[in-house]
Each structure stands twice: as structure tokens, then as C-alpha cells.
């Protein structure tokens, strides 16, 4: 039984993370977040402590350490994106492994540091990269191996994910805190494409604006369009008024059926996080790179064959 803390608990995520602990069989021991809406402990952890201030959650794991049974072994970080370095280093400076959501940094440069900090501190930094454990992208990851194909794969991924006006209210819709649209929502699946299909060969932005993205992605076995919106407006009509989400992948013009079997992954994470086979800096390198392209780039126009059909819409 291993004891963890929680840091952004008030947060979207921080629910399956507090219910990826308990079914593990573990205990959240301290939870932390600015905001204190955070009631959902009292159904997955009642007897944690929580608090809304760094430096008294930050004490208390201090004076836990003085005790091998009440010492913390992980901390995992739902917090705001621009806080996750941070946040980071000070639980592995509390002698802790660390679990973080994705995005786990910005830059690769970032990640640089954290390597550095891992090494002082002989601890762990994990990233969520949950869609590597997804059933369907199992499938299609051994379907591609075991293939002998001429030329790559023509694959489109679509992924809205309506949000309301509270969104650019929240640091969600600060770039500065966010990282834009393509970062925010974006790295799980440019990490997916990347672990499917091998490693990225070119990088083109061909749209982006604070609330959607398209552009070109070509990996070593795979050509990619790629749009992303929380824009409800761009959902098909198929979905408006039924469902706020869309996602969609199609490979050489067959649907990946994938919108099921989210729920538990993140348990599944930390099952294998615990085992000793978690995904670590090196793993997230590859789709921190490519989000740190991305907002870097001048959009341009997309050539033959390479924009994605929401394209049209954009560029009137």
C-alpha cells in the first residue's frame, strides 16, 4: 500500500486519479488545490487531508517523512498546465515519485531539467499518456506492425470537444497557462499517432485560432490530417444537441472506433506505473516536440492532398 498526494485536486481530472488510488488499493494521504470544491474526496478518500495553500501542504509532507508508514511515496499533479514543471520538481525534491497529467511540460528543454532533477533526486517523473493503454489502439499499433504495406497509411483524425464561455475565462483559454488549443487538447493524440505510427518526418500548421487547430503531420508509416476545435458550432449534425464530444479517426478510409472504454484508463495507468512499466520522460519527449512545433509555426496553406476536409470552413 503506497501513500499519495494530490496537487490540483479541484480540477476536471483530479476525480479519476483520486479513484485510479483507491482501486489500486492505495491511499490518498494529502490533497491540495487553490480552490476548495473539491467535495468528491469525501466519496473516494474521507479521512485525506486537504489544504489550499502550497506551503502548509508542502509542511505537512515534510513532517510526514519522519515516519516510514506515514511518508508519501507518490505525488500526482492535476494542476493548470504552466504549473506542472514546478510542481514536479517539488515532489521529487519531497523524495516522491511523481505522476503528472499531459501536457507534462511545454518544452523539451523542460524536459531536460526534469531529467537533471530525477537524477538529484534518484525519482521518477511519470506521464499519463493514456491512450497507449486504449483497447482499439492496441489493436491498430500491432495491426501496423504486422503489415506489409506500400507507401504510408492516409489516416484523418477530427477530435471537437465543445466548451462554453467559461473556458476562455479559465486559464484553460490563456495560452500562457495553457499552451493553446493544439497543446491543451491535442499532445494525448499527437502522442497515439507517434506510437502507432513511429516517428514524426513533418510538422505543418495549417489553422489556429484560440478555439481550433488543423494542420499536416507525416510519420514514418502514416500521412495526417488533423483538426481539433472546442468550438460546439463545428460539431456534425449528427451529434449537435446529443453529445458535446466528436472524435473521430479514420485509417486508408476505415473509421477507428475509440469514443468507448476511456473511463478506466487511467487506472490502468497507475496499475502499470506501480508494476514498474509507467511511460517516463523519454516516452513524452516525442509529442511534447511536437505541440512545441506547433505553436511555433507560421500556419500556411495546405498542399494537395494534405488539409483536413474542416479546412474549407476555415479558410473562406
Same mark, same amino acid.
Given at each position: ?13 483530479? $476525480? ?9 488499493? *492505495? ?9 476548495? &470544491? ?6 473516494? &478518500? $474521507? ?20 515516519? $516510514? ?36 511540460? $511545454? ?7 526534469? &531529467? ?67 497543446? *491543451? ?47 460546439? *458550432? ?83
Amino acid at each position: 500500500m503506497k501513500n499519495f498526494a494530490l496537487i490540483g485536486a479541484a480540477g476536471y481530472i483530479a $476525480p479519476r486519479h483520486m479513484r485510479a488510488i483507491k482501486d489500486t488499493g *492505495n491511499v490518498l494521504a494529502s490533497a491540495y488545490d487553490i480552490n476548495d &470544491s473539491v467535495g468528491i474526496i469525501d466519496s473516494l &478518500s $474521507p479521512d485525506s487531508e486537504f489544504f489550499t495553500e502550497f506551503e502548509r501542504f508542502q509542511e505537512h509532507a515534510f513532517r510526514l517523512k519522519r515516519d $516510514p508508514k506515514t511518508a508519501l511515496d507518490y505525488v500526482a499533479i492535476c494542476s493548470p498546465n504552466y504549473l506542472h514543471h514546478a510542481h514536479i520538481v517539488a515532489g521529487l525534491r519531497l523524495g516522491c515519485d511523481v505522476i503528472c497529467e499531459k501536457p507534462l511540460v $511545454p518544452t523539451t528543454e523542460i524536459l531536460d531539467e526534469l &531529467s537533471l532533477v530525477e537524477k538529484e533526486t534518484g525519482k521518477r517523473v511519470y506521464n499519463i499518456l493514456q491512450l497507449r493503454h486504449h483497447q482499439a489502439i492496441l489493436d491498430l499499433k500491432e495491426k501496423v506492425a504486422g503489415e506489409q504495406k506500400d507507401g504510408k497509411y492516409e489516416v484523418e483524425l477530427t477530435y471537437m470537444t465543445s466548451r462554453g464561455k467559461w473556458y476562455m475565462e479559465s486559464w484553460k483559454g490563456d495560452p500562457r497557462k495553457s499552451f493553446g488549443v493544439a497543446t *491543451n487538447i491535442g499532445v494525448h493524440f499527437y502522442d497515439m499517432l507517434h506510437f502507432v505510427f513511429g516517428n514524426l518526418e513533418r510538422n505543418v500548421v495549417h489553422f489556429v485560432n484560440e478555439h481550433k487547430a488543423a494542420g499536416y503531420l507525416e510519420y514514418e508509416k502514416a500521412k495526417v490530417r488533423w483538426f481539433l476545435t472546442i468550438d460546439a *458550432n463545428d460539431l456534425p449534425a449528427s451529434v449537435k444537441g446529443k453529445k458535446s464530444t466528436y472524435r473521430s479517426i479514420t485509417v486508408d478510409g476505415d473509421e477507428l472506433e475509440f469514443s468507448e472504454g476511456f473511463t478506466d484508463l487511467h487506472t490502468t495507468s497507475y496499475q502499470e506505473i506501480l508494476a514498474g512499466r509507467g511511460y517516463g520522460i523519454e516516452d513524452a519527449r516525442h509529442c511534447v516536440q511536437t505541440v512545441e512545433t506547433i505553436r511555433a509555426a507560421t500556419p500556411v496553406m495546405p498542399s494537395a492532398g494534405e488539409g483536413h476536409p474542416m479546412l474549407a470552413t476555415l479558410l473562406r
